[in-house]
């Protein structure tokens, strides 16, 4: 069993950054590569960001390459979400996600676990 928490979120003027983080608890959980993805209201849960369970592979979603950069610290248990230049666009509740698959997922059936999300909010 993992458990998932995300902190980070909040308001942001268009071109700020955030860094979201996400907690895991769990003897194995370093062993999860860990993804984020995020919804906003009225869509469905869209693919962000893959690190794999050593964290030396990732994968981004185009439309996040060049100003997210996903990465994990093991010995902490945590995941982050580097995000810079901001837009309105981004705006939707971040979900951290783990998932068993090798090396990494971009599709959230693949992931067991989830956290509760927290909210992002880019104002223009």
């Known amino acids: 069993q993992v458990q998932l928490a995300e902190s980070g979120g909040g308001l942001v003027q268009a071109g700020g950054s955030l860094r979201l983080s996400c907690a895991a608890s769990g003897r194995t959980s370093s062993t999860y590569a860990m993804g984020w993805f995020r919804q906003a209201p009225g869509k469905e849960r869209d693919f962000v960001a893959t690190?794999?369970?050593?964290?030396?592979?990732?994968y981004r979603a185009d439309s996040v390459k060049g100003r997210f950069t996903i990465s994990r610290d093991n010995a902490k248990n945590t995941v982050y979400l580097q995000m810079n230049s901001l837009k309105p666009e981004d705006t939707a509740v971040y979900y951290c996600a783990a998932s068993r698959s090798l090396p990494y997922s971009d599709r959230a059936v693949r992931y067991e676990y989830w956290g509760q999300g927290t909210q992002v909010t880019v104002s223009s």
């Open positions: 690190i794999s369970s050593s964290g030396g592979l990732t």
